[in-house]
């Protein structure tokens, strides 16, 4: 049996933080892992994964009846060349389309990864954590599969800030 280089697989969406990519790169780095960015289409469903890695796609409106090859997006590609240029790390990028929990899963599955590193959203603690709570990616992802999950938080909001549960309104 032939040993196989270890994955990192690393969810990623225009506008996110550089700081996701950059700790599953850290990851990567620690376990000599090849680091593989997946980008996933929400707005749309797979209909075919082609042998050579691309998928076509449908759009979740039924009224928008048109195949869609699924394609990483350039400005994503270079916001996250940009993040891993001095990093000793091999990565590639992945385009996928579907729910995006259940797209990483299937992803992490094909390649055997040896983790799923995703990112909160920057949209404050209290969204955050609803999001975290009733229906984020991190949770599902946590919930139906049993690789590590590790949720790298994009805000500090230090020990002085109410959480929601403590909220008394």
């Known amino acids: ?45 797979t209909l075919e994964r082609r042998p050579d890695g691309t998928v ?13 090859v699924e394609v990483f997006d350039p400005a994503l590609h270079r916001a996250i060349a940009e993040t891993l240029a001095d990093r000793g790390v091999h990565w590639s990028t992945v385009a996928l389309a579907g729910p995006p929990a259940q797209e990483l899963m299937r992803l992490a599955d094909q390649l055997d990864a ?3 590193v995703v990112g909160t959203r920057e949209s404050g603690l ?17 919930h139906h599969q049993e690789r590590p999950v590790v949720v790298v938080p994009l805000a500090s909001h230090g020990e002085d ?6 909220d008394e309104s």
């Open 114 to 116: 040896a983790m799923i």
């Open 161 to 166: 800030l109410t959480l929601p549960w403590e």
């Open 1 to 45: 049996m032939m040993d196989a280089t270890p994955t990192v697989v690393v969810g990623v969406i225009p506008g996110q933080h550089s700081r996701v990519v950059a700790e599953a790169a850290t990851f990567a780095e620690r376990f000599g892992a090849e680091l593989v960015c997946a980008s996933v289409d929400a707005s749309s469903y």
């Open 56 to 68: 076509t796609a449908l759009p979740v409106d039924p009224d928008a009846f048109e195949e869609i």
């Open 126 to 142: 209290r969204a955050s954590l609803r999001e975290f709570l009733s229906g984020s990616v991190a949770v599902h992802l946590a």
